[in-house]
Structures are given as C-alpha cells and as structure tokens.
C-alpha cells in the first residue's frame, strides 16, 4: 500500500484545513486507515481513524468536536477534516493503514504540515 497525503500549509488559529490521503497498491477493504501527528520534541500522537467500510471512527480526546475523518471508497481517499484549528494544532501530519486484525500500522505517508499561527 503507498499513501500519500496532501492539504497541510499555513492557517490562522480558527482557520480550517482539509487534508488527503489518497492510497494505492491493493484494494483496502478490510483496512483501517489513520492520522497521525508529530510536533518537533513530542511523541507521536494518534488523531483520528476509520475502518474502510466507515462503519466505525475514532477521535483523538485533542481534537474531537474539531477535526473529522472520512473516506471516499471511489477515489481510495481518506480525509482529515479539520476545524477551529490551535496553535497546539501545528504538527507533521501522517496518514497510515493497517489490516483490521492487526494492531500496528504497517504503511505510512510521508507526511504534510499544519502550521496554526496564532
């Protein structure tokens, strides 16, 4: 599976971004695909994810009421959603996917930033 994720940039605090994760390789049917967000010096954090079928979705304690993920089965893309954006927000954003049976996330993007200016 390659993934590669677009949409990050600049916004203003309050400001909303949509990013992309768009997949290939194999079809995705029994995969959970994720976000995840870095911030220089800190851990890496899990922000959302979504079974393919969409028939289950998870939400970060940081970011839910703001940030919404879905996916589009036609255009094998994943979307990050994302509103009333913070300063705390800024991160390297990544997408991922595993298998449902697994636990690990075995196929990562490279990546896009968000940077909130406050």
């Known amino acids: 599976v390659q993934l590669q994720a677009s949409g990050g940039g600049l916004v203003q605090a309050g400001g909303s971004l949509r990013l992309s994760c768009t997949a290939s390789?194999?079809?995705?049917?029994?995969?959970?695909m994720g976000w995840f967000r870095q911030a220089p010096g800190k851990e890496r954090e899990s922000v959302a994810a979504?079974?393919?079928?969409?028939?289950?979705?998870y939400n970060g304690d940081s970011v839910k009421g703001r940030f919404t993920i879905s996916r589009d089965t036609a255009k094998n893309t994943v979307y990050l959603q994302m509103n009333n954006l913070k300063p705390e927000d800024t991160a390297l954003y990544l997408c991922?996917?595993?298998?449902?049976?697994?636990?690990?996330?075995?196929?990562w993007g490279q990546g896009t930033q968000v940077t909130v200016s406050s």
């Open positions: 979504i079974t393919w079928s969409g028939s289950s979705t």
């Open positions: 991922a996917a595993r298998r449902a049976a697994d636990l690990n996330y075995d196929y």
């Open positions: 390789g194999r079809t995705l049917n029994t995969y959970v």
